[in-house]
Nanobody, 128 residues
Framework: EVQLAESGGGSVQAGGSLRLSCLAS????????IGWFRRAPGKEREGLSC????????YYADSVKGRFTISRDRPKNTVYLQMDDLRPEDTGVYYC?????????????????????WGLGTQVTVSS
């Protein structure tokens, strides 16, 4: 059974940093792409970043490009999202999801509603 567990959320002031972790289990880690999503208050779930080490695929949404960094630690079955220079508009629930590698390829990220495996999310609050 595919399981994903996010951690690392919290409350920070604008300009601060957080590192989110997504611990994966129940599948061969290198077989799937992992994506990070955010649901801001009153908004739809937004794809922020994804990666697949199989072919070096990477994607960042324009809203986080240059501030967020995704990385994968194979021995720990964990994907991280390093978030720097946080802004109040980054506030929301952050989720990781897993899917077939084609969901993160060619510089694109498949929309959230098509991803099949999800964690429960972790809250990030950025105050001004």
């Amino acid at each position: 059974e595919v399981q994903l567990a996010e951690s690392g959320g919290g409350s920070v002031q604008a300009g601060g940093s957080l590192r989110l972790s997504c611990l994966a289990s129940g599948f061969y880690f290198d077989d799937k792409t992992i994506g990070w999503f955010r649901r801001a208050p009153g908004k739809e779930r937004e794809g922020l970043s994804c990666e697949w080490s199989g072919d070096g695929s990477l994607y960042y949404a324009d809203s986080v490009k240059g501030r967020f960094t995704i990385s994968r630690d194979r021995p720990k079955n964990t994907v991280y999202l390093q978030m720097d220079d946080l802004r109040p508009e980054d506030t929301g629930v952050y989720y990781c999801a897993a899917e077939h590698p084609r969901y993160c390829t060619g510089g694109k990220m498949t929309p959230a509603w098509e991803w099949g495996y999800w964690g429960l999310g972790t809250q990030v609050t950025v105050s001004s």
